[in-house]
């Protein structure tokens, strides 16, 4: 079962990282955010499963809680961008969180 999840989230990462970037330079076209949502949710739902099976590693808490912060701002940035709204720091936000998650995940930060 673990692999299950682990082999889902391992998969898909990337492609949530391609899909939002797309939806935020196309941003007329409605299914690239409806795909996006997708993997937002696929992401949650493999990673608590993981976290469950795993039993709770706090280094894995804390990397599920910076996930899900860095969702968060993925939305915040795409709903700016809609809107026409200035969302510059976002961005940085965004790089930031995103170089942490990807570091926590493969174990280059641990504790
Ligand atoms: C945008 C959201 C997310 C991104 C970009 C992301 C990224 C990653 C990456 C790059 C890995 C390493 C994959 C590999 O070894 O090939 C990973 C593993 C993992 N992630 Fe996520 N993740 C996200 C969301 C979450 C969430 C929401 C949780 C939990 C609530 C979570 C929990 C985990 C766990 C437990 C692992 C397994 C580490 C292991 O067993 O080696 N992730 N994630």
Redesign the pocket.
Known sequence: MYNIF?QS??GS?AI??IFFLLSYFFHNQKWLSIITRIF?LM??V???G??FL?KFPLV?IV???L??L??GT?DMILMKKKKAQPHSIFWIVFVII?IL??LL???VIHF
Do not use: S
């Open positions: 682990y989230h391992a990462w949530l990282i937002y992401m949650i493999t990673g608590v993981m976290l795993l894995f990397k599920g809680l996930a899900i860095l969702i993925m995103l998650v990807i995940g493969f174990h």
